[in-house]
């Protein structure tokens, strides 16, 4: 099995940064994808950003491609979120999930969830 245990959300104002962590631990596989959904309040689970763990290709939703970074430090087995020029629409419930493809960008075809961590951006 594999855990993921997202950590870092906090109460933050519009145009602040904030720096999400995912640690992974358990029995992990070959062609290890690793993504970031969010969901708001009355909204649909929607994707943020994807990481191939090996080769660290990345993906992201068009919505904070020019704002989020998804990065991986391979020997703490972390997945991190650089989330950057913050708005109150990024208000959400993080979330990170493990995958057996890389830059899958569709939430069903992710196998393993964390427990989400939450953001909210002031105005």
Not at 31 to 41: D, E, I, T
Not at 61 to 71: G, H, L, M, N, Q
Not at 75 to 81: D, E, G, Q, R
């Amino acid at each position: 099995q594999v855990q993921l245990v997202e950590s870092g959300g906090g109460l933050v104002q519009a145009g602040d940064s904030l720096r999400l962590s995912c640690v992974v631990s358990g029995r992990t596989f070959s062609n290890l994808g690793m993504g970031w959904f969010r969901q708001a309040p009355g909204k649909e689970r929607e994707f943020v950003a994807a990481i191939a763990w090996i080769g660290g290709s990345t993906e992201y939703a068009e919505s904070v491609k020019d704002r989020f970074v998804i990065s991986r430090e391979n020997a703490k087995n972390t997945v991190y979120l650089q989330m950057n020029s913050l708005k109150p629409d990024d208000t959400a419930v993080y979330y990170c999930a493990a995958a057996h493809r890389v830059l899958v960008i569709f939430e069903q075809e992710y196998d393993f969830w964390g427990q989400g961590t939450q953001v909210t951006v002031a105005s």
